[in-house]
């Protein structure tokens, strides 16, 4: 299948400090997805992108579908503990089912 | 609150058993999925079902089947498993249309085979 490329594969950063992670492919795509696994759980979705060069914002969290459909970026402002987990992109198939290819997780650890 | 409940959390089998991973939805989803998840290789699709009784193959369904007899109801079975088959298998649901990219995780079956 497709590959998705997602970096970096971990942080180790600071309560209070910005995080950014981004995701790219070798082709082209017309959504793109962040979701958010927290220790224990299944992935949450927290962004969805469907439009090149779209940018939107999620509380906290920024994320912006790259003008080449190759790629997507996602950042965390002012980190908090609860902000530990680990972060998938993921894109869609173009079709209605919901088939999604993700990317390799960046893994978010955020000291007190 | 509705969910995708994966009967099993922790499993520990032995090389060569037949193991069933069950996964019940209550949303009324048409689809259904089955990823594998390994530590730095994210999430990848074993099998995906848009109805009852229909399957399609994914990335890695080599050594799994599946079974899905409900609407509800979506079983990944490994016929013989196999030491390379340890993982996390995360099920989960959608709806059919603009809707199908938000997936319904469930919290993931941790198996272990000896």
């Known amino acids: 299948g497709q590959q998705l490329n997602q970096s970096p594969q971990s942080m180790f950063i600071q309560e209070g400090e910005d995080v950014s992670m981004n995701c790219t492919s070798s082709?082209?795509?017309?959504?793109w997805l962040w979701y958010k696994q927290d220790p224990g759980e299944g992935p949450v979705l927290l962004i969805a992108?469907?439009?090149?060069?779209e940018l939107t914002s999620n509380g906290r969290l920024t994320a912006q579908f790259g003008i080449t459909r190759k790629d997507s970026f996602l950042n965390i402002s002012a980190s908090i503990p609860s902000d530990v987990g680990i972060y998938f992109c993921?894109?869609?198939?173009?079709?209605?089912?919901?088939?999604?290819?993700f990317g390799q997780g960046t893994i978010l650890t955020v000291h007190p | 609150d509705v969910k995708v409940t994966q009967s099993s959390r922790y499993l520990v089998k032995r090389t060569g058993e037949k193991v069933f991973l069950e996964c019940v939805q209550d949303?009324?989803?048409?689809?259904m999925f089955w990823y594998r998840q390994d530590p730095g290789l994210g999430l990848r699709l074993i099998y995906f079902?848009?109805?009852?009784?229909?399957?399609e193959k994914g990335d890695i369904p080599e050594g799994y089947s599946v079974s899905r007899e409900k609407k509800e109801r979506f079983s990944l079975i490994l016929e013989s498993a196999s030491t390379n088959q340890t993982s996390m298998y995360l099920c989960?649901?959608?709806?059919?249309?603009?809707?199908?990219?938000?997936?319904?995780f469930g919290a993931g079956s941790r198996l272990t085979v000896l």
């Open positions: 989960a649901s959608t709806l059919r249309g603009p809707g199908a990219n938000v997936l319904t």
């Open positions: 082709s082209i795509f017309n959504t």
């Open positions: 992108l469907y439009k090149a060069g």
């Open positions: 993921a894109r869609a198939g173009g079709t209605s089912y919901g088939k999604l290819t």
């Open positions: 949303m009324d989803h048409e689809n």
């Open positions: 079902s848009y109805d009852v009784k229909m399957k």
